[in-house]
Nanobody
Framework: QVQLVESGGGVVQAGGSLRLSCTSS????????MGWFRQAPGKKREFVAA????????YYADFAKGRFTISRDNPEYTVSLQMINLKPDDTAVYYC??????????????WGQGTQVTVSS
């Protein structure tokens, strides 16, 4: 079984920064992607960013471009999300996902439990 565990969430004022980390206890396919998604109260889960596990291809949602940076640590099966200039609209539960494939919609085989990010105004 593959287990993903997120950390790094918290409460921050608008304009602040947070770094989220995700560690996998098992393997993921090296040709797939690991990514971050988020879900705000009353909203559907949305894509944030993804990075190839073995390669360097990166995808970002429009709202994340220029503010969020996704990176990976392949030997440890980790992925992080550095977030700067946070806005109240960034408040959400952030989920790590593994073995993702890109298409019309992202499909992922493994999900973490989520970590809460709250940005105060």
């Amino acid at each position: 079984q593959v287990q993903l565990v997120e950390s790094g969430g918290g409460v921050v004022q608008a304009g602040g920064s947070l770094r989220l980390s995700c560690t996998s206890s098992g393997r993921t396919f090296r040709l797939s992607y690991m990514g971050w998604f988020r879900q705000a109260p009353g909203k559907k889960r949305e894509f944030v960013a993804a990075r190839g596990w073995a390669g360097s291809k990166v995808y970002y949602a429009d709202f994340a471009k220029g503010r969020f940076t996704i990176s990976r640590d392949n030997p440890e099966y980790t992925v992080s999300l550095q977030m700067i200039n946070l806005k109240p609209d960034d408040t959400a539960v952030y989920y790590c996902a593994g073995d993702c494939r890109v298409g019309a919609a992202w499909i992922c085989d493994y999900w973490g439990q989520g970590t809460q990010v709250t940005v105060s105004s």
